[in-house]
């Protein structure tokens, strides 16, 4: 709960920390963040040793930001979906079908995004 003493200062650090926190969490219980994650690393360190231009590297950290996103609000929805009704429910499955297509999409772009970038380095060393 919001303490009304608080300045505005406060109020942003303990956000700050209550967000770092989340993150936290999802990379130490959730096992799609981790693949994301560490495919996010892996990528990383690629676009390092291939030396892709800064615009690659913009649409390369978009892409890594999208999955990641689309992965933790899946993840939140699924939670909370889980939480308010824990049996199983034909529109709750729904509910949790449907974020989970959100987080497929970003995956289908990122993974075009990275055949964008990728496959011409890959086909000039042929």
Partial sequence: MKNPNDSYLITRLKSIKYAVKGAYLLLKTE???QIQFSIALLMTVVGFILE?????????LLAIGLV????SLNTGIEKLCDFIHPEYHKKIGFIKDVSAGASTFAAIIAFIIGLIIYLPKFIIFQ
């Fill in 31 to 33: 096992a799609s963040i």
């Fill in 52 to 60: 892709i231009s800064s615009i690659e590297w913009m649409f390369q």
């Fill in 68 to 71: 990641l996103v689309s992965e």
